[in-house]
C-alpha cells in the first residue's frame, strides 16, 4: 500500500513517515509541498492513500484536499487534524476527506487506523455528508449543459475537449462556462472545480456519455 504525505511542514512529515514506520504492506513513497498544488505530484505517484495534514491554514488542507479527490479517485484521503471536532473537518469530508485521524494518536496507531479506513472497517457518516450537499446550493441553478460541462471541467477536461465530446464549439463552451461562473459566484474553472467538489456533484452525479455523431461541431 502506498502512502502519501501532503503538509507545509518537513518535521511534520517525518513525524507522520515515522508512525508508518515497521507498519507491514505500507510504504510512504515521500511527501509532497501542501502550499501549493499537488495534484501532478500525487497522481504521478499513483497512491493508495494520501494523508493530507491540517497544516498552517486549514482551508489549504481543504484546497489540496479537493484537488487529490480529482488527479487520484481511487486512492483513499485522511485528513489529520488537531481537533477532531474542528469545524474544518466538515470541510475536508466535502472536499473528499475519506476520514479524519486527531493528529494526538499514539505513534504507531495512524498507520493502524488508515489500515482499517482503507479495508472499511472503521465506519464513519462523511459520504452521506457529501451526497447531502448535493440537495441545496447555487448549482441547482445550472441547465442541464451547464452542469454537464461544470463536471467535465471538474474531472480535469479542457475546453477543447469538452468541445469534442459534446460536439459543440471551443466557444460554446466558454460561453456556457461564463453562465456556471455567474450563477457559482467563482471567478474561474479552479473555483468551478473546488465548488463541484467541495458539493459532492463528482460523487453522484456523471456527465451523460455523448451519443456517436458523424456532424460537425455546432453551438448547442
Not at 494520501?50 to 479517485?73: C, G, L, N, Y
Not at 489529520?80 to 466538515?90: D, E
Not at 441553478?141 to 465530446?165: D, F, Q
Request: hydrophobic share 45%; proline share 5%.
Amino acid at each position: 500500500m502506498l502512502v502519501v504525505i501532503v503538509t507545509d511542514n518537513g518535521f511534520a512529515a517525518e513525524a507522520i513517515r515515522r508512525s508508518f514506520r515497521g507498519a507491514s504492506g505500507m510504504h510512504v513513497v515521500g511527501y509532497v509541498d501542501g502550499r501549493k498544488s499537488c495534484a501532478a505530484a500525487v497522481s504521478e505517484a499513483r497512491p493508495d492513500v494520501v494523508i493530507v495534514d491540517e497544516m498552517t491554514w486549514s482551508s489549504s488542507a481543504v484546497a489540496r484536499i479537493s484537488e487529490i479527490r480529482s488527479a487520484a479517485p481511487s486512492a483513499k484521503i485522511v485528513a489529520l487534524s488537531s481537533q477532531p471536532g474542528a469545524p474544518w473537518v466538515s470541510e475536508a469530508a466535502r472536499a473528499g476527506a475519506h476520514a479524519a485521524v486527531a493528529k494526538t494518536v499514539q505513534p504507531g496507531t495512524l498507520a493502524l487506523l488508515v489500515r482499517e479506513i482503507c479495508a472499511g472497517t472503521i465506519h464513519h457518516a462523511f459520504d452521506g455528508q457529501r451526497a447531502a450537499a448535493t440537495s441545496a446550493g447555487a448549482h441547482a441553478n445550472l441547465t442541464p449543459r451547464e452542469l454537464e460541462i461544470l463536471l467535465r471541467v471538474a474531472g480535469g477536461a479542457s475546453n477543447a475537449h469538452i468541445a469534442r465530446e459534446l460536439w459543440v464549439t471551443q466557444q460554446t463552451v466558454k460561453f456556457h462556462l461564463s453562465n456556471v461562473y455567474r450563477k457559482l459566484h467563482v471567478a474561474n474553472r479552479t473555483e468551478a472545480a473546488h465548488y463541484a467538489h467541495v458539493h459532492g456533484l463528482t460523487d453522484v452525479l456523471t456527465p451523460p456519455t455523448p451519443a456517436e455523431n458523424t456532424s460537425v461541431p455546432h453551438a448547442a
